[in-house]
């Protein structure tokens, strides 16, 4: 069963940064792409970078220049950097592992952006 466990969110005001953090447990880190989503209250969940085991990156046209997506194949781990935020950018940010029929979603971590 791989875990995935989100660190790192809060409360930031507009314009700051917060940099989020997915650890997983499990083996063949580097083969699997990973995710960060994020939903806001009474919205869809949507995508915001997906990232390969290459480190190839694909963001939402919202956080384009503004957010950055990395990985540390060593380390098991995912992170996700978060600049000049915007009180849009307000939602749970969860973090998500895919590899062909496996599917594995953290819990989660709320960032808050006040205006």
């Known amino acids: 069963q791989v875990q995935l466990v989100e660190s790192g969110g809060g409360l930031a005001q507009a314009g700051r940064s917060l940099r989020l953090s997915c650890a997983a447990s499990?083996?063949?880190?580097?083969?699997?792409?990973m995710g960060w989503y994020r939903q806001a209250p009474g919205k869809q969940r949507e995508s915001v970078v997906n990232?390969?085991?290459?480190?190839?990156?694909n963001y939402a046209d919202s956080v384009k220049g503004r957010f950055t997506a990395s990985r540390d194949n060593a380390k098991k781990s995912v992170y996700l950097q978060m600049n000049s935020l915007k009180p849009e950018d307000t939602a749970v940010y969860y973090c998500?592992?895919?590899?062909?029929?496996?599917?594995?979603w953290g819990r989660g971590t709320q960032v808050t952006v006040s205006s």
């Open positions: 998500r592992m895919t590899w062909g029929r496996y599917d594995d």
């Open positions: 499990g083996s063949l880190f580097s083969l699997k792409t």
């Open positions: 990232i390969t085991g290459t480190g190839n990156t």
